[in-house]
Structures are given as structure tokens and as C-alpha cells.
């Protein structure tokens, strides 16, 4: 099965990294506030940056490689590719 490494823009600008297999039931989830506890009341959530990867080992080594990165960093990873903004 599939991971799915994911970014959201938040409300407030900031933005959330996180995996699952399903992204749009987890950003759903984000929406109606059952998400994680970050996102919550940062709404409007816009998902803005996906990356499949094998498996969910796979996608957490990933999600800490991403979560290390500057927000300009981060910025340019969801220029370059994959985004829905």
C-alpha cells in the first residue's frame, strides 16, 4: 500500500506536513477539526503539496526530512512539483 506525504497551507500562512494513505479523507479529518492538533482552528486548509512513496516507513522518513527544512525550502519543494495551488 502506498503513502502519501503531504503539505498543507493553513489559514494562518504556516504550514503542516504530514502522511497518510488516503489524503483526502485526512484532510478532511484536518477540516472538521479531528485532525491534528495543529490545524486545528487554523482554517481555512489548503492542500497545497503531495509525494507518493512506497510505504509507511518510507513516508515517515520522508515527513522528518521535510519537517527539517526551512519554510523556504519547503516553499520551493511545493514550487517544483506536485501542487495544487
Not at 502522511?19 to 482554517?43: F, I, N
Not at 486548509?45 to 522528518?64: I, Q
Amino acid at each position: 500500500m502506498s503513502y502519501w506525504l503531504y503539505i498543507l497551507r493553513c489559514g494562518d500562512n504556516t504550514l503542516y506536513t504530514g502522511t497518510t494513505p488516503d489524503v483526502e479523507k485526512r484532510l478532511e479529518l484536518h477540516r472538521s477539526g479531528k485532525g491534528a492538533k495543529y490545524t486545528r482552528g487554523r482554517g481555512p486548509l489548503t492542500l497545497v503539496y503531495r509525494e507518493e512513496l512506497p510505504d509507511k516507513s518510507a513516508a515517515l522518513r520522508r515527513e522528518a526530512a521535510v519537517k527539517k527544512l526551512s519554510r523556504a525550502e519547503k516553499l520551493t519543494l511545493i514550487k517544483g512539483g506536485n501542487q495544487f495551488t
